[in-house]
């Protein structure tokens, strides 16, 4: 079977490469694109298949992959004489992993052939899970068409769950990075109340992992606060676009999103202030700057 990977950035590629290593233990032909012609050839020279373009990955492949920044490259790979919508394979299956907008991956879908599958499968776990295959894949998809793929999923996967029809995915995906970029946000003011308090900050560190306090963010980020590197693997300009989604889907669903809507407008100020490429965890320098003194440990 050929499977195909559109994306290969900091999440795709720990994806790919893991798929790369089911499909050589199983047989399979991976076939990747991605704009970064150098990570292609690194793949390439690891055993997969150059794709050469979105076309032809969708006329070959009987299922495959993307993982993109956001909706208008998801679009670009979906429409046009050689998206993938007018190409598919009869009876192919797409797996869209990225954090998308809704009403655009419904849109997609209607203007998709009758006979293809196409599954909104967006990812948690982060960049160091894509690499581990320690991902939780969350599925919008017919509970039918997930065991016929387990054991694909569960190649670069730890867990692929099916939260509901389509859509379900996504939308799980969104509340789930609500929190993460609240509590983000919120480790920023209680460290400076240690900081202000001559507390030391990798003792008060190891006290929030092993309290209540204890989250994925308080694990993962603290330490990339306190290093001063603000943790590179993910851009401010994608976490203000994710928090755009959120505040878009709670009003679609009729939510108050109170709390949402203060943490996006906080990294609309700190996108404009720092820049869209910068790590995302730059939101913290907000707060260091109002205080007048930096989170270090």
């Not at 790919?16 to 704009?35: F, G, P, R």
């Not at 419904?106 to 690499?131: F, M, N, R």
């Not at 108050?256 to 407008?265: D, G, I, K």
Request: include cysteine; aromatic fraction near 6%.
């Amino acid at each position: 079977m050929k499977i195909g990977f559109i994306g290969l950035g900091n999440m795709g590629s720990g994806m790919a490469s893991n798929l790369l290593a089911y499909c050589q233990k199983n047989e399979h032909e991976l076939l990747v694109l991605d704009i970064n012609q150098q990570i292609v050839s690194d793949f390439v020279v690891n055993g997969a298949t150059a794709g050469g373009s979105v076309k032809n990955i969708a006329q070959q492949c009987d299922v495959f992959f993307t993982s993109l920044p956001s909706s208008v490259q998801i679009n670009a790979v979906a429409f046009g004489d050689d998206g993938v919508l007018a190409n598919m394979r009869p009876n192919a299956t797409w797996f869209e992993t990225s954090t998308n907008e809704l009403s655009k991956w419904q849109d997609i879908i209607k203007a998709a052939p009758k006979a293809a599958t196409l599954v909104d499968a967006p990812v948690t776990g982060g960049s160091e899970g894509a690499q581990a295959g320690t991902l939780t894949m969350l599925l919008g998809i017919d509970i039918n068409i997930l065991e016929k793929f387990l054991p694909l999923l569960s190649g670069f996967t730890k867990r692929a769950v099916r939260m509901g029809p389509s859509g379900a995915g996504y939308v799980t995906k969104l509340a789930q990075l609500h929190l993460n970029y609240l509590v983000a946000q919120g480790i920023g003011e209680a460290l400076m109340m240690g900081a202000k308090a001559d507390l030391d900050l990798s003792v008060l560190h190891d006290v929030l992992q092993n309290s209540c306090a204890q989250s994925y963010v308080v694990d993962r980020y603290i330490p990339k606060v306190l290093d001063g590197s603000y943790d590179p693997s993910f851009a401010l300009g994608l976490a203000t676009k994710d928090m755009r989604l959120i505040t878009e889907l709670g009003n679609h669903l009729g939510v108050e999103m109170t709390l949402a809507n203060q943490v996006y407008s906080s990294y609309q100020v700190a996108t404009e202030k720092y820049g869209s490429e910068v790590p995302h965890l730059s939101i913290l320098k907000l707060i260091e700057e109002q205080s007048g003194q930096l989170l270090r440990s």
